[in-house]
Each structure stands twice: as C-alpha cells, then as structure tokens.
C-alpha cells in the first residue's frame, strides 16, 4: 500500500498538457498535489491532484457535502486535510484505486 499526503496547490489545469486518450498531464508536479475547483458562485464542487500512482495525470472528482447524493464523492467539509468516500478508481485511465482519508491518499 502506498501513503501519498496531499500537497496543495492553487491550480492545476494550467500548464497541464493533453495526452493520449484525452487526458491531462502535470509532470512537473508531485504526485497528490491537488487544489480545490470551485463553481460559478464560489462554492467547492470538485478535487483536481495529480494521481498518486506517479504517472502524472491530472483527475478531477466532483464533490459534494450532502449525504446520499448520487453527485459524485461525498466530502467531510475540511479544506485542508479532507476525507471523500467513497473510493477513487481511475479505471479509465492507469487504474489507480484508492482513498483520500484526512489528506492522505492511500492505495
């Protein structure tokens, strides 16, 4: 199992490039460096980080602090060391499964 902290960061698509099968790159980023989206009235509606298989991509999980929402993860609300459930699984593109518990993500 991998442990992977989160490092914050104030924006990722900027400076990503576009790979094969459409996806984003950030290879001069760490893995599990991410940053927080917000929507068009300022409230946090997805996590973008860097995978943290260490393959570079750039993925983006929509969140949501209701409980039972079927809008993607639910978030605990903490900005700085958040928890989502349930599990990520980049099935589409390397594969990395995982979670993200109190800024740590552990695959």
């Known amino acids: 199992m991998t442990e992977v902290l989160v490092k914050w960061s104030a924006g990722l698509l ?6 094969e099968g459409q996806s984003w790159f950030r290879p001069d980023q760490e893995p599990g460096t991410s940053a927080w989206v917000r929507n068009t009235s ?5 996590l973008e980080f860097i995978c943290p298989c260490g393959c570079g991509r750039l993925c983006c999980v929509d969140v949501t602090q ?4 079927d809008q993607g993860w639910q978030w605990d609300g903490d900005l700085e060391r958040p928890t989502l459930r349930p599990s990520i699984w980049c099935k589409v593109t390397c594969g990395w499964h995982g979670f993200l518990q109190r800024g740590v993500f552990r695959g």
């Open 66 to 69: 209701s409980e039972g929402g």
């Open 42 to 46: 300022g409230a946090i509606c997805a």
């Open 14 to 19: 900027d400076g990503a490039f576009e790979g």
